[in-house]
């Protein structure tokens, strides 16, 4: 018999495929796979995610271990759930990202649009939002596409035309110039810089930028070297790969920003 989790902490429905059947054994299964999460099934192959060892507001990112999780299944578990914003490996792992404050939400539209009028007045290239998603081949050569979503991410005309960019239907499927992930969460820089060097730089992107209001600083990967460098978020930030682009971050913080990001350090 099902079980339906009753819990006032905060969850995660998902809606699987009826080819994935969730069964008490199929449940024990998969929760030993997620020590740190709470598991229960809901009525119609729901998937109940719940937090238990940690919050989710405090990564940014949920990972979920669904074993037997193939590509076509993948497809429609997305189609299934259009609401969240998934991303796959076709390791039977699944990483959902979080919802995020108000005004990270609005530090994430102040530069997206920074960038997009730098691309459109120079006719440089398109510019794509946290909805744009990536499917690309691994970089770890497994000759699997995965699917991966930026903050923000920059192609060039010079790499594909215009005319190229409008025709893509469906997902975008060459990795961007320039890619971009800003911080939501107040331990979510670990996983985004690992993100940006193990996954983004290593599918061939040129610049990778990531952006952390809650340590006041940006990251920044560049293809063909080593490590990255760093820089205050209040400092204009620049780069040879992106001609002309010039902005100052730290501006779209504001201090009302900076207290709440400094009380939620402290939490």
Request: hydrophobic letters at 35%.
């Amino acid at each position: 018999m099902a079980s339906i989790c009753k819990n006032k902490k905060r969850s995660y429905s998902i809606r699987l495929p009826k080819n994935y059947f969730l069964t008490e054994e199929k449940l024990q299964e998969l929760q030993s796979c997620n020590p740190d999460l709470q598991l229960c099934i809901g009525d119609e192959n729901l998937l109940n995610v719940v937090e238990h060892k940690f919050l989710f507001d405090d990564y940014g990112y949920l990972n979920l271990k669904l074993t037997g999780l193939t590509a076509e299944l993948f497809e429609e578990m997305h189609e299934l759930n259009e609401e969240i914003n998934f991303e796959f490996d076709d390791t039977e792992e699944v990483w959902i990202k979080m919802g995020v404050f108000r005004l990270i939400s609005k530090l994430t539209a102040a530069i997206i649009s920074s960038f997009f009028v730098w691309a459109s007045s120079n006719k440089m290239g398109e510019v794509y939002s946290e909805n744009g998603e990536y499917e690309l081949n691994d970089p770890k050569g497994s000759g699997k596409k995965i699917r991966r979503i930026p903050d923000a991410s920059y192609i060039s005309y010079k790499t594909a035309s215009e005319e190229t960019q409008d025709s893509w239907d469906g997902f975008i499927p060459i990795p961007p110039n320039m890619a971009m992930e800003i911080v939501s969460a107040k331990y979510g820089l670990k996983g985004d810089l690992d993100k940006m060097e193990k996954i983004w730089m290593l599918m061939g992107v040129d610049v990778g930028i990531v952006v952390c209001p809650f340590s006041e600083s940006i990251y920044v990967f560049e293809k063909g070297k080593t490590g990255r460098t760093t820089q205050n978020i209040y400092d204009d930030f620049s780069h040879p790969l992106l001609p002309g682009y010039t902005d100052n971050y730290g501006k779209y913080t504001m201090i009302r920003v900076i207290s709440v990001i400094n009380m939620i350090r402290f939490i």
